[in-house]
């Protein structure tokens, strides 16, 4: 099986093959079940998924006026060219799946649980990540996180990687072994609360202007 590694951080990406997959018209599936699909270049007002799993498939350039993924189950999905701004995604499981130039601006995700995932070149700027949780490796590689927030999540282990992290804020948190280093992290919100994470010796100048934002303090 293809990984895609930064550092010492290695996911494990979904097994796809192209002749194995079938088009569809629809991501709802029957009986709840939807496997070794193709959905591409779909314009809709509403996506509203409940209770339902995705397996085995590819979607791409799916774009949405308004989302909300509740209790939805990914296995071996990736998501390439996709506008799902505003999404609201909840109560889910997620593993073995990539977003590759997606738009996520301003999404919610809660209680949303990660295993082999990775985010390449995406904006999440203004989204807010509630009690994710990482139970295994999970990458953001290139992304655009302006003032995305990180609140009550586990992202122990997680890699981030040339990202734009400007007024990202981590409010609460579990961060052991988050590897942040390559990042630029002067303008982090929430220091205090990066507790055992990685970063190189660099870094600890763009960690105290950080630090020193957050207590307000002045430079005389």
Not at 131 to 146: D, E, K, M, N, P
Not at 158 to 161: I, L, M, R
């Given at each position: 099986m293809d990984t895609h590694t930064v550092r010492e951080t290695s996911v494990t990406l979904p097994d796809l093959d192209?002749?194995?997959l079938d088009e569809v018209d629809s991501l709802e599936g029957e009986h709840g079940k939807l496997r070794d699909f193709r959905y591409a270049d779909a314009s809709l007002r509403e996506l509203a998924l409940s209770g339902i799993q995705l397996m085995d498939g590819r979607v791409s350039g799916l774009t949405t006026q308004r989302a909300r993924l509740d209790d939805v189950s990914l296995h071996s999905v990736e998501f390439s060219g996709c506008d799902l701004s505003g999404l609201r995604w909840v109560d889910s499981k997620l593993s073995r799946v990539t977003f590759t130039d997606c738009k996520l601006l301003g999404a919610v995700w809660e209680n949303v649980t990660l295993g082999d995932v990775v985010f390449e070149r995406c904006k999440l700027d203004y989204t807010a990540f509630t009690?994710?949780?990482?139970?295994?490796?999970?990458?953001?590689?290139?992304?655009?996180?302006?003032e995305a927030r990180f609140v009550g999540s586990d992202l122990s282990g997680?890699?981030?990687?040339g990202c734009d992290l400007h007024l990202t804020e981590f409010d609460g948190g579990t961060y052991r072994g988050c590897d942040l280093r390559g990042n630029d992290l002067s303008g982090v919100r929430g220091v205090s609360t990066l507790k055992k994470i990685i970063i190189d010796r660099p870094q600890l100048q763009g960690l105290a202007q950080a630090l020193a934002a957050d207590l307000e303090i002045s430079v005389g």
């Open positions: 192209d002749a194995d009690r994710l949780r990482a139970i295994g490796s999970v990458i953001f590689i290139g992304c655009s996180l302006q997680v890699a981030f990687d």
